[in-house]
């Protein structure tokens, strides 16, 4: 991501704007691409100096996937099933270590780029395709799935970024002036869903793209809204996002999957939050397949000590954990905001300030 010198000069001046209008605000967004530029970028010292303290919310699909989860799909791979997954999800811890770790109990874990990647592994062997994410991956999986292929299973953990936000703003933990929505998510499902958390939170929303000048312009439109006594889902990403999102990719979920209830990590069952397999594909679903090999009535518990659950709600900031940047580092992370990319606490110990430890 290039930061050209005309944009540079454009935030400049729309940071000036900001800091006259003696501002305290606090906004949220639900992005793991939006925190690696909010941070690598210095935004957040730029808009904190303009009164406006910027929180990551449950953006980052690997933070967000239950420990129950991580150890059910390792309990498959214990019983001789490859499991194939992206590189942060393998190294997300569960109870007792992640399922790179298995790697050296001689378990057959394959770290893939794409999905595809999987299926070509699954023309020698049983492959579970370990699958989290958002709106963004889960049409892929989708279309996947309806091609049926040959010695492929998938375990669903994609989740809806919608009624996480909404529980946040239920919640009401953190004192809320508006949110920055996920230009990536919003090219899916389009505008219309946010709309109701707009009208019953009475929050002014902008849809954002991922420059540093597209954040900058997403807070300068909720404190117009704001100014304006408006609470609006605007479009700031209108080059790519449209009101309807992604028709086609919509279908293909809507085919494959169905909602149900899940319990988030950091929150509790979130209703209709989760995409599991429809029963027309139950062949495909490796909850259904390898059910026997998942343990049943087993209580979870996350690491000691970890916040990772306070740091996807936007209560506290990264390094208000006591395991951060001591106990927790990438080389060995306590908990998955230190794993994934898109995780507050991986961002801030990689671009942010130096805090004091």
């Known amino acids: 991501m290039m930061f050209h010198y005309r944009d540079a000069k454009l935030v400049a001046e729309i940071a000036d704007k900001l800091r006259k209008k003696n501002l305290n605000l606090r906004i949220m967004h639900v992005c793991g691409t939006h925190q690696d530029t909010i941070v690598r970028y210095g935004l957040d010292k730029i808009l904190r100096d303009a009164g406006i303290d910027v929180r990551e919310g449950p953006g980052c699909p690997v933070c967000v996937t239950t420990t129950r989860e991580?150890?059910?799909?390792?309990?498959?791979?214990?019983?001789?099933?490859?499991?194939?997954?992206y590189g942060d999800m393998a190294h997300a811890p569960g109870m007792n270590g992640s399922l790179f770790d298995m790697k050296s109990y001689g378990h057959d874990i394959r770290i893939v780029y794409s999905i595809?990647?999987?299926?070509?592994?699954?023309?020698?062997?049983?492959?579970?395709f370990f699958a989290a994410g958002f709106e963004t991956t889960a049409p892929l999986t989708a279309h996947i799935i309806k091609k049926r292929p040959k010695n492929f299973y998938v375990y669903s953990s994609h989740r809806l970024t919608p009624p996480a936000v909404k529980a946040?703003?239920?919640?009401?933990?953190?004192?809320l002036h508006?949110?920055?929505?996920?230009?990536?998510?919003?090219?899916?499902i389009g505008s219309e869903p946010w709309k109701e958390i707009s009208i019953k939170y009475k929050l002014p929303q902008v849809i954002a793209g991922f420059e540093p000048l597209d954040v900058m312009m997403a807070v300068y439109m909720i404190v117009r809204q704001i100014e304006?006594?408006?609470?609006?889902?605007?479009?700031?990403?209108?080059?790519?996002?449209?009101?309807?999102?992604?028709?086609?990719?919509?279908?293909?979920?809507?085919?494959?999957?169905?909602r149900e209830d899940i319990e988030?990590?950091?929150?509790?069952?979130?209703?209709?939050?989760?995409?599991?397999?429809?029963?027309?594909?139950?062949?495909?679903?490796?909850k259904k397949v390898f059910e026997e090999f998942i343990p049943s009535g087993r209580e979870y518990h996350d690491p000691p000590g970890c916040r990772c659950g306070e740091?996807?709600?936007?209560?506290?900031?990264?390094?208000?954990?006591?395991?951060?940047?001591?106990?927790?580092?990438?080389?060995?992370?306590?908990?998955?905001?230190?794993?994934?990319?898109?995780?507050?606490?991986?961002?801030?110990?990689k671009y942010g300030a130096n805090h004091q430890l």
């Open 311 to 349: 740091v996807i709600r936007g209560e506290i900031y990264p390094w208000e954990c006591p395991l951060f940047g001591r106990v927790c580092k990438p080389s060995s992370p306590v908990g998955p905001c230190m794993v994934s990319a898109e995780g507050a606490c991986a961002i801030e110990y």
């Open 264 to 286: 988030w990590r950091g929150f509790p069952i979130l209703p209709g939050s989760a995409l599991e397999i429809r029963e027309e594909y139950d062949e495909m679903n490796a």
């Open 116 to 128: 595809e990647d999987a299926i070509k592994i699954a023309s020698s062997k049983k492959v579970v």
């Open 70 to 85: 991580i150890e059910e799909v390792k309990a498959i791979a214990e019983h001789g099933i490859t499991i194939a997954t």
């Open 178 to 188: 508006g949110l920055i929505l996920p230009g990536h998510v919003s090219t899916i």
């Open 168 to 175: 946040i703003a239920a919640m009401g933990k953190i004192k």
């Open 228 to 258: 304006g006594g408006r609470h609006e889902v605007e479009n700031e990403y209108s080059r790519v996002v449209d009101e309807r999102g992604n028709e086609k990719a919509l279908k293909e979920m809507n085919e494959v999957f169905r």
